[in-house]
């Protein structure tokens, strides 16, 4: 009987925190993998319209994206207030869209260059006038596939 | 001299610490975001010629640079562009071609989902939150009988069919059985939605 009661009772083992470490470890190396540092750098306001009836984007790796909007307020200076087009860091005219289009697509694996979708992410008081231009260009090299970059809300927002 | 041999043991209890912080770092920064929005096809530049189409197939919204709207000539407030939508798509005008319409059969409205044309034209002030508004509206129009015609047919509605369809994380065998179903309800409204003006 003695060989079960020598173990001691009353005082609780500490709680070992040797493995502390390595859940930090295993956490922190989840992060860093999915974490992407934001590429290019906005110079425009960009406000997206609330839609509801959304779809997900999924694959990134098929996505050119086009960002439209008034130029910030520390560029209007330079910019002027009217809307711009920005792709990466820079902005373009309405005429270059079309081949900016094209060699996005170029740089993507081959297979995926039929899939491409053109994203617009266009700030939600830019005029629809520079969207129309915009849809013009990219129909002119035959990229038809878009998407209307949104929040996911109440679309009755978008008025006010 | 063998004192010398035996390097020290590395403290490694700041470890930990440092590891945190890196970690508290990591999460902060981290925006795991997807994007979301409406897709659309654009028109082909060099389309053929379009078939000929009746006037009553065709429902005209306009916004002006006021982001006023126009349904058919006559002025309308946005939260009504999905119910005006729904009864134009859903109207069956002619009767015997769409079983499943279950509209008015007004005979100077749609004569079926399938020839019912939305057209949407804007000028160049109108501001984008509008467009999209008035987009998103039509869309929740096609969407509300798509699921009606879903949820009649399968027992589930055709906005979940179709995101499941389309998730990456789907297996093929279960992509190729909803396949057959969204294109199924695909063809029974068809998205007609032009973003070009028709003279």
């Known amino acids: ?160 | 001299m063998s004192k010398r041999l035996k390097s020290p043991e590395v403290h490694a209890g700041s470890m930990a610490d440092i590891a945190f912080l890196l970690l508290i770092f990591f999460l902060v920064t981290t925006t795991i975001e997807t994007d979301s929005g409406l897709d659309r096809m654009l028109p082909k530049k060099n389309p053929d010629p379009p078939k000929p189409f009746n006037e009553r197939n065709v429902l005209r919204i306009a916004i002006n640079g006021e982001n006023q709207l126009l349904l058919e000539d006559n002025p309308i407030g946005i939260e009504d562009i999905k119910s005006k939508a729904i009864a134009f798509l859903d109207n069956g005008g002619d009767a015997k071609s769409c079983n499943y319409c279950k509209g008015a059969n007004d005979p100077t409205s749609s004569d079926n989902p399938l020839e019912a044309i939305i057209s949407l034209s804007n000028t160049r002030e109108t501001s984008y939150g509008t467009y999209i508004t008035v987009q998103n509206e039509l869309v929740g129009a096609y969407n509300e009988l798509r699921n009606r015609e879903s949820q009649r047919l399968y027992k589930v509605s055709f906005t979940d069919m179709h995101a499941h369809y389309l998730d990456a994380n789907t297996p093929t065998e279960t992509k190729n059985a909803l396949r057959e179903k969204v294109k199924t309800i695909q063809k029974m409204y068809p998205l007609n939605l032009l973003e070009a003006k028709i003279k």
């Open chain 1, 1 to 160: 009987m003695s060989k079960f009661n020598n173990k001691k009772s009353g005082d609780m083992p500490p709680v070992s925190t040797a493995s502390l470490p390595d859940i930090v470890f295993m956490l922190l190396f989840f992060f860093m993998t999915v974490t992407v540092m934001k590429s290019d750098d906005l110079r425009i306001e960009n406000v997206l319209p609330n839609a509801s009836e959304v779809k997900k984007l999924e694959k990134k790796d098929r996505i050119v994206y086009i960002h439209i909007g008034q130029p910030r307020k520390e560029y209007q200076e330079v910019f002027g207030t009217a809307s711009r087009i920005q792709v990466n860091d820079k902005f373009i005219a309405v005429a270059e869209v079309g081949s900016y289009v094209l060699s996005a697509i170029g740089e993507k694996p081959e297979a995926l260059q039929r899939l491409v979708t053109i994203a617009l992410k266009v700030d939600k008081n830019a005029n629809m006038g520079l969207i129309d231009d915009v849809k013009e260009e990219l129909r002119k090299v035959n990229a038809l596939k878009i998407n209307y970059t949104t929040y996911e809300g109440d679309v009755f927002a978008n008025l006010k």
